[in-house]
């Protein structure tokens, strides 16, 4: 089933953005530009996540936040634009989720929101067939065979798809599009690179077994019999 997601924005632009960004995910969307759009909708029910601005027409997103974790634990996403907010937001026990900073791209926000629901829904287990990894997505932690894996960002994002999706072969375009936040800006060696220090890491931990398997000319996949 399609999970809902009600975006709070009154700036049609910004809104149409998230919306194509979430409907190409599969999400179902549902947008309101005011605070009381927003309540009726809320109380309507069958809504997964909201993504809340916080300068709205007939309020402000902080509030009705505040308001809304008096009765529900609804999953809520703040777009903020100012330093200010986001000390509101950080600080203040408004009980969001997390946030994204205005200019954001449509691509961190839908990670966000996937990162968001999967905690909240508490399904972020790793799924059957890639023994021997255990993804902590709260942590950004994987640990393999026991062992915790020292990675950084890219190289945690990019081991992520593969041990959430073994067996599946992924092209570097793919990963690309998956992992980094600006891949038209980054070369295809990239992929190719992290690969490489990840698998160096992984060996220490296994060094007669590569859980990587290259497909050359295409790309990469986790190997589905560990
Ligand atoms: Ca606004």
């Not at 998956?178 to 295809?188: G, M, N, R, T, Y």
Request: negative net charge; hydrophobic residues 35%.
């Amino acid at each position: 089933m399609q999970q809902r997601i009600l975006v709070v924005e009154d700036e049609a632009g910004i809104a149409e953005n998230i919306r194509y960004a979430l409907q190409t995910e599969g999400y179902d969307v549902t947008w309101c530009s005011t605070v009381g759009e927003a309540r009726e909708t809320v109380a309507a029910d069958g809504i997964a996540l909201v993504i809340l601005d916080v300068g709205l027409p007939d309020g402000n997103g902080f509030d009705f936040c505040r308001d809304l974790r008096n009765s529900s634990r609804l999953p809520v996403i703040f777009l903020t634009a100012r330093t200010s907010e986001i000390d509101r937001v950080v600080g203040l026990e408004i009980g969001a989720d997390d946030y994204v900073v205005k200019p954001f791209s449509p691509r961190e926000l839908c990670a966000r929101v996937r990162a968001v629901l999967r905690r909240t829904n508490g399904t972020d287990t790793t799924p059957a067939g890639s023994p021997g990894f255990a993804v902590d997505p709260e942590r950004m932690r994987i640990t393999y065979h026991d062992s915790l894996l020292d990675l950084s960002r890219y190289e945690y994002r990019l081991l992520e798809v593969l041990v959430g999706r073994p067996g599946q072969v992924f092209t570097r375009d793919q990963l690309m599009n998956q992992v980094w936040e600006e891949p038209e800006a980054s070369l295809d060696r990239t992929v190719d690179t992290h690969i490489k220090t990840l698998r160096a890491k992984l060996r220490r931990i296994t060094p007669d077994h590569d859980p990587i398997k290259t497909h050359r000319g295409v790309g990469y996949s986790l190997r589905e019999d560990q």
